[in-house]
């Protein structure tokens, strides 16, 4: 197993930082994301599905568990499940998940301890945020939104682990995502950010505007 340990700043970043990511998945990968409520998982998954690329808003899909988006040209299936209300293996098999597997991208929210079996390679991606932060359900909801957008939001903490000889070499991975993270930060304008050098990578904002800009 390798492990990546970066600090996200804001919504920009972790959205920057799930865009990088989509350019190293590929049908059959399998994405875990553990975090609090309101640490910014549904944020990531919406780069996740910029950057693959697919059809529709990526939201969270609490209310349905499972929402499958299909891409707007090659490339595979975004399927983003959000298991907070999925209580035993059981009902993880009832989804059919090993069904899409082979040719989706699967994103599984609160996955942990619950979705390992789908599959030996995956990624296990752990979101932190600071105590006090968002993550105040809006009313007539269940579960709060990200919140990453507020400044006082917070930075994340983001781990990710990679699990199986399928990440043999994410190391390679890592240094896209940090470097993708550094650009976002530039980005914003924020003075204190460091300046990272051009990659030739489409911009995070350019990219949620015209997704075909990555292909």
Same mark, same amino acid.
């Given at each position: 197993?390798?492990?990546?340990?970066? /600090?996200? !700043?804001?919504?920009?970043?972790?959205? %920057?930082?799930? &865009?990088?990511?989509?350019?190293?998945?590929? $049908?059959? #990968? @399998?994405?875990?994301?553990?975090?609090?409520?309101?640490?910014?998982?549904?944020?990531?998954?919406?780069?996740?599905?910029?950057?693959?690329?697919?059809?529709?808003?990526?939201?969270?899909?609490?209310?349905?568990?499972?929402?499958?988006?299909?891409?707007?040209? /090659?490339? !595979?299936?975004?399927?983003?499940?959000? %298991?907070?209300? &999925?209580?035993?293996?059981?009902?993880?098999? $009832?989804? #059919? @998940?090993?069904?899409?597997?082979?040719?989706?991208?699967?994103?599984?929210?609160?996955?942990?301890?619950?979705?390992?079996?789908?599959?030996?390679?995956?990624?296990?991606?752990?979101?932190?945020?600071?105590?006090?932060?968002?993550?105040?359900?809006?009313?007539?909801?269940?579960?709060?939104?990200?919140?990453?957008? %507020?400044?006082?939001?917070?930075?994340?903490?983001?781990?990710?682990?990679?699990?199986?000889?399928?990440?043999?070499?994410?190391?390679?991975?890592?240094?896209?995502?940090?470097?993708?993270?550094?650009?976002?930060?530039?980005?914003?304008?924020?003075?204190?950010?460091?300046?990272?050098?051009?990659?030739?990578?489409?911009?995070?904002?350019?990219?949620?505007?015209?997704?075909?800009?990555?292909?």
């Amino acid at each position: 197993m390798t492990d990546l340990t970066i /600090d996200l !700043p804001d919504a920009d970043a972790t959205r %920057a930082f799930g &865009l990088a990511l989509a350019r190293d998945l590929r $049908a059959g #990968d @399998l994405v875990m994301l553990t975090g609090d409520l309101g640490a910014g998982k549904t944020t990531l998954t919406q780069g996740i599905g910029t950057g693959l690329g697919v059809r529709g808003q990526v939201a969270s899909p609490t209310f349905i568990i499972a929402r499958v988006h299909p891409p707007l040209a /090659d490339g !595979p299936y975004l399927v983003h499940v959000d %298991a907070y209300r &999925l209580g035993s293996l059981d009902e993880v098999e $009832a989804l #059919d @998940l090993d069904a899409s597997l082979d040719e989706s991208v699967t994103v599984v929210e609160w996955g942990q301890d619950l979705v390992e079996s789908l599959a030996e390679d995956r990624l296990e991606i752990t979101i932190e945020r600071p105590r006090g932060g968002l993550g105040v359900p809006a009313a007539g909801a269940d579960e709060p939104d990200d919140g990453l957008d %507020a400044p006082e939001a917070g930075v994340r903490h983001v781990t990710v682990r990679a699990v199986g000889d399928r990440w043999a070499d994410f190391e390679r991975a890592a240094t896209a995502l940090r470097a993708a993270v550094v650009e976002a930060a530039a980005a914003s304008g924020d003075p204190d950010a460091p300046v990272g050098t051009d990659t030739g990578r489409p911009d995070a904002r350019a990219l949620a505007a015209d997704p075909s800009a990555e292909k």
